[in-house]
């Protein structure tokens, strides 16, 4: 999917310049929340995650990764516009079940690809429903246009 969205930005620069290049460049961003908040609204206690390049990012994996103890409950990823102007919306839950790390039992972890494209301006969000640490990292890549006469 990722390569198809680079085939797809290439075509367009085609169309805006006699020559284009497309450029990525890594960004990661990593949140650490511990604040319960149980609104599913975009309202309480959200942690920024990641914010959208200026040409928009497109975010390959999520990881959400227990630093303690857990307890039966929910972490929550949201998505809205820095600016404000549009609302904060749910993306995501992910069920977090009942773990207590050891020496031989690794603390709660979970990934997935998403691949899916925030916007220009947009930010991914997260929050957890009981007052647990977790660390949600994402792993996006930035698109970068650089147009050659």
């Known amino acids: 999917m990722l ?3 680079f085939l797809t930005l290439k075509n367009k620069l085609k169309t805006m310049c006699n020559s284009a290049t497309l450029v990525t460049s890594a960004n990661t961003g990593i ?7 149980p609104y599913r609204d975009g309202s ?8 959208a390049a200026e040409n928009g990012t497109t975010i390959s994996s999520i ?10 409950g929910m972490v929550r990823l949201f998505i809205g516009d820095t600016g404000a102007s549009v609302a904060i919306t749910l993306f995501k839950e ?4 009942a773990t207590t790390p050891t020496g031989i039992v690794p603390a709660f972890q979970t990934a997935f690809t998403s691949g899916f494209t925030l916007e220009p ?5 997260a929050s957890t429903q009981n007052a647990e640490t977790f660390n949600v990292i994402a792993e996006g890549l930035d698109w ?5 006469s």
């Open 44 to 51: 309480g206690t959200l942690v920024s995650v990641l914010t």
């Open 144 to 148: 970068e246009y650089e147009c050659c």
């Open 31 to 37: 949140g650490k929340v511990s604040v319960a908040n």
């Open 63 to 72: 990881i959400i990764k227990a630093v303690g103890d857990t307890t039966q």
């Open 121 to 125: 301006g947009y930010t991914l969000y």
């Open 3 to 5: 390569f198809e969205t």
């Open 94 to 97: 992910i069920p977090i079940p």
